[in-house]
């Protein structure tokens, strides 16, 4: 599952429309609705404060060269 997909699984978990779920966060509506058709770059601090209304965040990780 991408990101957008477990952000509108969650919003549906939690009973919220995507102008809620925008107005809660502190986003755009737009920015909601591309998210979660899968939108390849997205700021990720917006994408956080998405997150951060079901007690989540998004951070970088190291990857292991080969």
Known sequence: M????YI????KLYNLTQIELAERSGVGVRFIREL???KTTVQLDKVNLVLALFGETLRPAKINSL
Do not use: D, S, T, V
Not at 8 to 11: A, N
């Open 2 to 5: 991408n990101l957008g997909g």
């Open 8 to 11: 509108r699984e969650k919003r």
């Open 36 to 38: 979660e058709r899968g």
